[in-house]
């Protein structure tokens, strides 16, 4: 873990989910001083005992910290913790007088087109947004060893780098504000399209008498194998769609895909298929199921066809 800078100071974090929370936790193993904020109590208590601070609303964070991190599962709840009363915003006037805070990071997983339009409306304020997502999920969260793709101005990237490097084992400044969630986008891209890949090798393998978990150890020694695989074979070997990653996240990225694909008038055909697929399985009732349940889907012959054309999400 990287050493605090002396000119760190206190840091702000708000967001203290199943990956917030240990966040924030390793923020202060590495010596921040970390002034916390959640919505609700118990989290924002199992923080304190682990030795951050304890913010009485979102606007003290700001007030205190000059970079203030956030995990929260999309952008519309960033931008109610901005303009809430006692938002992050609440205490200072236009220019910013009020308030310490100049640099906000957003670590959940984003549009990019969207992320790149608050940092237009935060600059004439004197905020900075650095977009970075992470990958690694509870696991990395609780070990410092996510892979953090972040996006922003070199400065702006530098300057909350320390933080980043106490959190991840991986850190990428990828370019200008949205190219962080661009990233990642691509990442849930590849997630998706493999899980479906997978899935369908299920599906036909068993169809011509093949017995799933097999099939899965054979794709697994050869170069069919990859992280997706190992980490999702027994869901799909055995069938269990008990969450380890609810489907409903991966619908949402993914139509943050297709609102970057449109943005950059690129057509992706897999990603279309694969988010019309993953659309079905919410529509279905699935979302909060493993994201593997797509399998359900495919055995059950309830998916789009090939020539839908399915529709971005906006959850």
């Known amino acids: 873990m990287s050493s605090p800078s002396p000119l760190s100071g206190t840091v702000g974090f708000v967001g203290l989910g199943a990956m917030g929370l240990p966040m924030a936790v390793n923020l202060a ?94 600059g004439p304020r004197g905020i900075e947004v650095v977009d970075a997502p992470v990958s690694g999920g509870v696991t990395g969260a609780r070990d410092a060893a996510l892979s953090i793709m972040a996006g922003g101005t070199e400065d702006a990237v530098a300057r909350v780098r320390p933080y980043l490097a106490a959190l991840g084992s991986t850190v990428r400044r990828m370019g200008g504000t949205g190219s962080g969630s661009l990233a990642k986008a691509c990442n849930q891209l590849v997630v998706a399209g493999t899980l479906v890949a997978l899935a369908e090798a299920v ?14 150890d054979v794709l697994a020694g050869g170069l069919a194998s990859s992280e997706v695989l190992a980490q999702k074979h027994h869901h799909l070997a055995d069938s269990d769609f008990t969450p380890s990653g609810p489907a409903r996240y991966l619908h949402k990225d993914l139509g943050f895909v297709l609102d ?32 593997s349940v797509v399998l359900r889907l495919l055995r059950e012959g309830r998916h789009p066809s090939p020539d839908s054309h399915p529709t971005t999400t906006k959850d």
């Open 29 to 122: 193993k590495a010596g921040f001083d970390v002034l916390a904020w959640n919505r609700s109590r118990p989290p924002l208590d199992a923080a304190v005992a682990a030795g951050c601070r304890a913010a009485a609303r979102p606007a003290q964070v700001a007030g205190a910290a000059r970079v203030v991190l956030t995990m929260l599962p999309d952008l519309p709840q960033v931008r109610a913790l901005l303009d809430d009363p006692a938002g992050l915003l609440a205490d200072a006037d236009s220019a910013g007088a009020g308030r310490a805070m100049d640099t906000l990071v957003v670590m959940g997983t984003v549009s990019p087109v969207a992320v790149r339009a608050l940092a237009e409306e935060l």
């Open 203 to 216: 599906v036909l393998g068993e169809r011509g008498g093949l017995e799933p978990a097999t099939l899965l």
């Open 260 to 291: 970057s694909a449109t943005d950059a008038h690129v057509t992706l055909p897999l990603s279309a298929t694969v988010a019309g697929l993953y659309a079905a399985v919410d529509a279905d009732g699935l979302g909060d199921l493993d994201n």
